[in-house]
């Protein structure tokens, strides 16, 4: 088959825009039947596979500033494929795809182990420590292409990849093989009202997350617009999640530094 | 067969062989397995076509065009409409989680007449005949007995055909009782109303403006439209239009501003109009406006502007003098800039004087009715129904006045006071209430002085609540007759909160109702049938449908067909026909406004010997706090440090905390002059020292499992507080005290 | 009453003492019981583990269980494949110890996993870059390997030896326990080792993460190399304790002590192993990370720097010191603290290497979550250790588990028992150690 290039799905989501609003939390839940308990407040065990999290500068009033990063699986690819979570997994439930980049998660194959979110150093990865329960008359809302986890298992963010399927199989079916940039799009990226979080592929260079990160793969996938970080980059997990922020401490929260380092140097 | 020991055990493990070694192991250890992922409790989504219908959102005012992705005869996920001119494709986390309440757990499924009593949640179900009966008989009952303008209803909306219906039954009724739910709208209807002498809501030019100068508006915690808003600040973003927010919290609005400015709260208007004598003082301000549309301008910088100069304003508000002149300038000489407010989401009315202030600010620099300013949007005025025909008793009861006293000689241009209502029940000894009805509102929660309005609430003898939801008024209510849900229901939302050009949303069935509700219209149409002439006769139209298309005409399949109807041609009068007060100009000054201003600063309640500290509510985008108790999607996003289990925290300056010996996560009992509550403490830098904040929505008593019981009501804290000129509650806070549990 | 099962020549409690001694230890183990049902039957939220807690009390146990149960296959390497013949002694004991700390694993690890019916997908859907899968398939290969070592044992009960098939079987058994010692070392060596690479391979995770050769990251050999340190010295633990409580000597002094040399020995070689590691780790591999040592440390009572203190130079470099020497080992008093310490060693490194790793936060914007395990988590903790002391209860009892026991216990006087007690004692007439 021609136009086979491996694609590499992910995010860039501008921090600058982001709102803490928490559109893209419920936009996930709703996309993909995410169970909701009674007291969802020990956030240790509360299920977001899109958590957007609250950072702040740490100075004093009135010199304090926060910023909000949302933060869904980073669909790590590590060094080639070998992403933190996947290449733990004793069952192979969890999978790097060479394809789309998306790091899948099997859940009728995971036994619960939790190796991988052992492994997993953004807490992407949930387990299901209880029964899902929708209170009667909610479970006609759940959304047929996702199916309903079990408990016992661990879930995370997929990049909404029953969305790929679903325009893959429209794709086939007119006789195409390749998508366009809006055919496929994440509940979040879909739903976020500040027009945060563009998703695209990143190997593509008619696609803004292309534009906007300008990854270079021959350096793991770094970013080459010096506004632009990833969580944890020195770790190299190798996420494809990117970040856009102007302001330099929130960049400088994307990761650890030792007390003198400069981390303009990074890029 | 003799056993003997050795046989015995040849044949355990013989046995044992055998089993291990034939395929049943094997078997069920893999049916095991494959039941592990078939577990009957764990729900299976049905299947079935995939289909879309466009309909508009209506939980809150934003009037967002939004998109249901229904599978079978099932709604499985709600999106924005694409292209829709207010929110184009982008949807708010409320709106996103709507499902949650057409299949939600606190719908109330029938109509139910109350058996133990308010508020023990004891309920009997009853048929829709019965329910509409008893309510006719209690008022042709009050009617009877000369009591007509005893009905009130309390509407969360006063736009569009449901609570026109409603408010056309009370006046053929006999009740001029129609009381709305207060919004910063109000005080933007008043100032446009004193200064422009036009009947207009405000529309804010955010897309065009350059230069965003907010008072504490939440522009992205659901101020004005909140998609829109959203949206508008992403787009400042891009453009870089720079955006001051002024405001005693570091709120998500002001940590995403270009600049923060605290401010000591209660003070902004000394700020706006410290800022407008700067602009007077170096002659900054549009002169081609000033001199050729405005009356009055003398007036206003004497009488008005000489008490401001920046040391005044610095010592009032706690802004550098220096950052007050600067900020001045920066607003005088960007070329479209915008003054707004409202605190917060706008939930609230704000005092005549403040919003004038900032009226007054927009009209220095021109941007009254321009690109990029503040436009008077008249109301689309298309429900044009037949005459009233008014009986004795109708004309009679209209006479009487108002029970909150809108209108009335001390508060003549306001139309709704509803925080007003418990203060008259209460003050003698028969309610002048008798019969109460609530449409799309949920007063028991959401008045403030919560100790005050219960007590208010035991004397009216007969609450009738409309509401779909087991929100506190219908769990507080004698009898409920739920309406479907927006998703259920055929309505027209008029108007987006703010927008700029006159839009009406239409709502659309998306699915079958759930259960045994009633169309609201349709219920007040079936009542005024029961009761006979002459109120029947107020209502000609077979059903709320017909009414809904009658009320259309020639625009309603073109409604129907796109969702909304839009003048997209509007442009806002020009400065030489926008205004119509008796000058025709743009009034800063007249004896209305001079009074306004010199009432301009309003006080927090209680004394400052006991209560040291300032409490504050704030919004939050992830948390719905007007008639719509957050769905549990929703409040799943909140932070553990807004509330952990059952409690609620409060925002407190580490300075302050540390001063009463308050550590984090410490509880605490938080009182004011209105009642006190405990609460444990969250250190938070981004708020001055000295104020201390508690978020809006919380401390549900009703509703479902998901939302009852987690934090403080924080209308138990704070009362209202009339402002001096209008009559409008201009409460911004309270004083409190902080003390350890 | 049970008499006839009881070994010949030696002495033992009347059964209704036994049944009332063990009286507690069984409540303790039904109630372990029903925690493990409630934890099947309703799943892991019986616990107080959570998402970032993912590993916790459990897994840590089960590290620490098959980390001191290494003294089996330590034993039986240095028995049968090095030739120290004098360790046949205590090489029972150690592969009872080793056989229930390994069967614990195995029933902790089937308690842990949140679908435990699907356990078995490790196997069959095995992912061979995974430790895990290395673990799993060598605990339960050298799980076997100990059941084949321990059923000789059983098979030399009086009642059972007395059946000719069992007695011919235990007998060739025993002849080739070599090739399951070495098989059980060789198991022994990759998956106690795989156990440390669970830890050391989470590159996500700069307190784990180690670098180290090929797959193989450092914490792999050091976890084997502890093991077969602090394996043998809980061996010995055990072996003092049952001591104390039978109130009989069970194993020669010489026999404890070659064992206990050699474990010094391997501690001191560890803890240098462990030093260069931390040291490697604390200067190189997290800076690399943008981490310093004490971004490790919280000023948490759980997670301060005392952990590193303890591990290192209280339960490492003290106890090497005493074991290596002769005077350390030769008096009680020193010999059961070094004793213990090198246990508590093992107990603390894997404490953090499990607990620890789970705690440090890697984001910036993330703190120290906290964690303390439910009951259920503690009653299941606990139901090995009862299920061992039973089956070290009734083992002791019915088989011949320690071959000195008749030497240094003769039951015939009063007098001759304390003559030979001496004389054992002085070990001078003890059979020399093979050249
Ligand atoms: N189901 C549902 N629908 C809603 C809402 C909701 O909560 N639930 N709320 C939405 C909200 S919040 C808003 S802001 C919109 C409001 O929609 P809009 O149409 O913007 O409503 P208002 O401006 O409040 O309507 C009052 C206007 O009507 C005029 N008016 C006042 N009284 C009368 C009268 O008796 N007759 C006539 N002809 N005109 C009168 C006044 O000039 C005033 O400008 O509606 C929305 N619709
Ligand atoms: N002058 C005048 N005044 C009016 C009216 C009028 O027509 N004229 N109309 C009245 C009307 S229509 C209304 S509805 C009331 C308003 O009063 P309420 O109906 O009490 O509601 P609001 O608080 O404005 O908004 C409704 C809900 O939407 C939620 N919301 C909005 N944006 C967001 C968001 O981004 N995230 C989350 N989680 N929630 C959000 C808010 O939390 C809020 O609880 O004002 C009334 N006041
Ligand atoms: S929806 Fe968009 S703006 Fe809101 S929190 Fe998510 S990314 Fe930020
Ligand atoms: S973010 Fe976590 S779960 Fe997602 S790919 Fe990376 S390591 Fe795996
Ligand atoms: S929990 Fe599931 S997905 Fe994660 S490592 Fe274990 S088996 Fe794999
Ligand atoms: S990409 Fe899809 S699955 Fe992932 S966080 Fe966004 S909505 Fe959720
Ligand atoms: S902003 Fe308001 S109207 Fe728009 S989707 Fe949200 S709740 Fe609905
Ligand atoms: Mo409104």
Redesign the interface.
Known sequence: MKNDQAKKYGMVI?L??C?????C???C???N?IP?K??????LD?I?WMR?Y?L?N?????E?????IPRPCMHCEGDHGHSPCVSVCPATATDYSQKTGIVSQIY?RCFGCRYCMAACPYHARYFNWW??V???????????SV??????VVEKCSFCFHRHQLAMNKAFVEGRRELEENEYQT?CA???????IAFGDLNNPKHTVNQLAQPDNAHGGQPKNPEVFRLLEKLGTNPKVYYVSSREWVRRAGDNYLKNENPGKAH | MKMD??SF?SFVIGGAAGTALSPLPWKV?DD??I???N?S????????EVGYVNTTCSLCPGGCGITVRK?GD???????MKGHPV?D?????LG??G??F????SRIASPMRRTGERGENKWQKISWEEAISEVSKKLADLRSKNQSHALACISGYDGGTVPRLFERFLTVYGSANFVRTPAVRDSYELGLYLMQGTQANAGFDVENADYILSFGCGI?EGWGS??RM??A??HW?ETGVKVTQVEPR?S?TA??SDQ?I?IKPGTEVVLALGLARVIVDESLYRREFIASHTAGFDRFVQNVLKDYPPEQVEKVTGIDKAVVVSLAKTFAAAKKPLAICGRGRGAGSESAGEIMAVYALNALVGNINQKGGVWAIPDPNYIRWPELEMDAQAAAGMQKPRVDGAGSKKYPHIRNLLHRLPEMINSTDASPVQALFVLEANPYYSVSDSAFVRKAWKKIPFIVSFSSFMDETAANADLILPNHVYLERHEDIPGAEGFIKPIIGLAKPVVNP?FDTLHAGDTIIRLAKMMGDPIAKAFPWEDYEACLEETFGDKWEALGEKGYWIDAGFEPSPWNKAFETASKKFEFASDDIGASFQNAVVKAEGEESAYPLLLIPYDS??ISAGRIGNP?????????TV???KNGFIEV???TAIALGLSEGKSAVISTPRGSAKVRIHLF?????GVVAMPTGLGHTAY???LAG?GVNINELIGPVEDGSSGLNAAWGIRAKLGKA | MDSALIPKGVNRCPLSELILKLGPVVAVLLWGVVAMFMCWIKGLNQTNMNDSYGFALWIWADLTVIALGGGAFFTGLLRYIIGKDKLKNIINFAVLIGFICYSSALLILAIDIG?P??G??IFWHANVHSMLTEVAFCLTCYFMVLTIEYLPLILENRQIDR?P?FHNLSHNMHEIMAVFAATGAFLSFFHQGSLGGVAGVLFGRPFAFREGIFIWPWTFFLFTWSAAACGPCFTIMLLKITERITRKKLVKDDVVDLLAKIAGWMLTTYIIAKIIDTWYWAMVTAPSLGFELTDFYSNNPFYGMWILILEIVVCGIIPSIILISKKGRSNPVSFMTAVVLAVLGACVNRWAMVLQVMAAPVLTFEGWPMYYPSWQEVATTLLPVAYGIILVALSYRYLPVFPQEVELNPVESEDQGGKAKKAALSGAEVSPARA
């Open positions: 501008d600058d825009k709102t803490g609003c928490g559109a939390m419920v936009a839940m709703a996309e039947n909701f009674e007291d969802e407040s020990n956030k509360s977001t957007v609250q702040t740490g100075k004093p009033y009135p304090t500033d926060i910023c909000y009728t029964d899902p929708w209170p009667n008359g909610m479970e006609k809302f759940l959304n047929p199916s309903p986890r079990m408990r016992g509940s879909q739903a976020c009202p500040s027009g945060a | 020991r050795r055990l250890t095991l397995a039941w592990s992922q577990w409790w764990t729900p299976v989504p049905e299947d079935g599978v099932r709604a499985v996920k709600i999106e924005g929110n494709g982008g949807i708010c986390i996103l989680a499902l949650q057409l299949y939600g757990p992205i909140p998609v959203f949206k600040n992403s973003k570091l998500n940590a995403k923060w605290p759930q985008p992830r549990p999607f929703v409040i799943k996003t909140v932070a553990d509330i952990k289990g300056n580490p300075k830098e981004g708020i001055m020292p479902d499992s998901f987690k | 679908q019916l699907r078995w997908f059946l098939f």
